[in-house]
């Protein structure tokens, strides 16, 4: 089992900047492919990005690509996603998730998640 919980969403302004943590509990953290996701009100849940088992492999949508970077940290047991230039179309509850399993894109692939953080971006 894993247990994850996410923090530093909050109110910020259009252009501003977030970095959303997510800590897992457990000692196989390092195992585990790590996402990112989105829900806006009233639409469906979507893919952010994600980080791979190998450090090096990061995936993200093609709308936040030139915005977001994911990252983790083994040894802090720790994941996060760096936001910048953020857009009122950013507003969210974003949930971290932790897959043993892929594709890394897919919401299905994952095993756990958190309870989400709420991020609202003012025009």
């Known amino acids: 089992q894993v247990q994850l919980v996410e923090s530093g969403g909050g109110l910020v302004q259009a252009g501003g900047s977030l970095r959303l943590s997510c800590a897992a509990s457990g000692r196989t953290f390092a195992s585990y492919t790590m996402g990112w996701f989105r829900q806006a009100p009233g639409k469906e849940r979507e893919f952010a990005a994600s980080i791979s088992v190998s450090v090096g492999n990061t995936y993200y949508a093609d709308s936040m690509k030139a915005r977001f970077t994911i990252s983790r940290d083994n040894a802090k047991n720790t994941v996060y996603l760096e936001m910048n230039d953020l857009k009122p179309e950013d507003t969210a509850v974003y949930y971290c998730?932790?897959?043993?399993?892929?594709?890394?894109?897919?919401?299905?692939?994952?095993?756990?998640w958190g309870q989400g953080t709420q991020v609202t971006v003012s025009s």
């Open positions: 998730a932790a897959s043993a399993r892929g594709p890394p894109t897919k919401g299905w692939a994952y095993d756990f």
